[in-house]
């Protein structure tokens, strides 16, 4: 079922993390079966959209992967400067990744306004709500460098002491939106810069990572990039895709030769 609604492939090693996310569920819905559950799933959107979150795997941080950020900047810079640069993050969990991406940008232009606009989609509907807020506890911006912090957040007193709060002109960048890759159609847009796809290919079959790549390409400019995560590799792809940097892949133009 979560294949078809996700895409998402799980062996049978997954079982007991199924089983404790999914009990979890049944136990909010004070539902007495799995199989009940699974009817409810069935036919309750709703229903549908909790037993998906609860079988997502969120785990980011800011400026995770740290090596593809100089690259984007680099990118970004060196774009012809006419009308504004867009960037999508589909797996933009809790936000620190896109907001990420937008820090980098204000960073790269030397303004609070750069051109940039960044879409950031996820599949999980509740993370969406963490990622709008903006809000975070302040281990999670520990890592950070100081003029980083300064400059991008809000650190919370008295009663919201130990929280930051991402800037309004770090947030005001960022436009979140609910996205299922395995959606016959995207409503995205396209001639973006660079797109970031990290971490969520390794949860999908080759023939499903090879269908979103190709739907992927014709969304980018000519020279647009692809950043994948540390464990993937695209390799497979050239139809679409060449190696760049590590983990950075470059579209290949439509007039490339093969």
Not at 53 to 61: D, K
Not at 149 to 154: I, M, V
Request: one cysteine or more; a positive charge.
């Amino acid at each position: 079922m979560i294949h078809a609604r996700a895409g998402i492939a799980l062996n049978g090693t997954k079982r007991n993390m199924v089983y404790s996310r999914l009990a979890r569920q049944l136990r909010a819905q004070n539902t007495a079966s799995f199989s009940d559950y699974l009817d409810g799933v069935e036919a309750d959107d709703a229903l549908a959209q909790g037993f998906v979150n609860a079988l997502t795997t969120n785990l980011t941080s800011f400026f995770r992967e740290a090596h593809h950020f100089p690259l984007l900047a680099a990118h970004l810079r060196a774009l012809p400067r006419h009308g504004t640069i867009d960037l999508w993050c589909n797996a933009a969990s809790t936000g620190e990744e896109p907001y990420s991406m937008a820090m980098t940008a204000i960073e790269a232009f030397e303004s609070d306004r750069p051109p940039v606009r960044i879409l950031a989609t996820d599949i999980d509907t509740n993370v969406l709500e963490t990622a709008r807020r903006g809000v975070y506890r302040d281990e999670a911006v520990a890592p950070l460098a100081q003029q980083q912090l300064r400059r991008h957040f809000q650190r919370g007193k008295g009663r919201q002491a130990g929280l930051v709060r991402v800037r309004p002109e770090v947030q005001a960048l960022v436009t979140f939106r609910p996205l299922n890759l395995l959606a016959q159609r995207w409503d995205t847009g396209h001639d973006y810069a660079a797109i970031f796809c990290r971490n969520v290919m390794i949860y999908f079959d080759k023939p499903t990572q090879l269908a979103i790549l190709e739907k992927f390409a014709p969304l980018l400019v000519d020279g647009g990039l692809l950043f994948a995560g540390h464990s993937e590799n695209f390799a497979y792809a050239t139809r679409f895709f060449r190696l760049r940097n590590k983990t950075v892949y470059e579209r290949m133009r439509a007039d490339a030769p093969p």
